[in-house]
């Protein structure tokens, strides 16, 4: 069963769950899902990315446009080679070829999850 809420669900989805805390000189890999080819193998891609703003439930970042990377698609992003699977929620062109991604947490990695916890709780003591 699905309710309409009209104007007031447009709302409701853009609103997060944790409250975003800068993040000054965090950068990640990210490693989004190869470009399909007809045929032959797709090349992995392993690039970086630069977090804005973390929230306990996700972050925002900018990253390369890598064309396959749209809302919904999952990415693999690094810190110190331990993996985090994360999914993206929104996406905005920057018009430099690069994105800002709005993305969420899905398994979070206990590096990514230890620094996130200090930049929180540091935010929150303030």
């Avoid at 470009?35 to 392993?46: A, H, N, V, Y």
Wanted: hydrophobic residues 35%.
């Amino acid at each position: 069963m699905v309710t309409d809420l009209g104007p007031f669900s447009a709302r409701l989805s853009e609103r997060r769950i944790g409250q975003r805390v800068p993040t000054p000189g965090l950068a990640l890999g990210w490693h989004p899902p190869p470009p399909k080819k007809r045929f032959g193998r797709s090349k992995e891609l392993d690039l970086r990315c630069q977090v804005l703003d973390v929230s306990v439930t996700g972050m925002g970042v900018v990253a390369p446009d890598a064309g396959e990377v749209k809302p919904g698609s999952l990415v693999v992003v690094d810190l110190d080679g331990e993996e985090t699977n994360v999914q993206v929620r929104r996406m905005r062109p920057r018009g430099d070829g690069t994105c800002f991604y709005g993305v969420v947490f899905i398994r979070l990695g206990s590096r990514l999850q230890a620094e996130v916890e200090a930049v929180v709780t540091a935010a929150r003591s303030r």
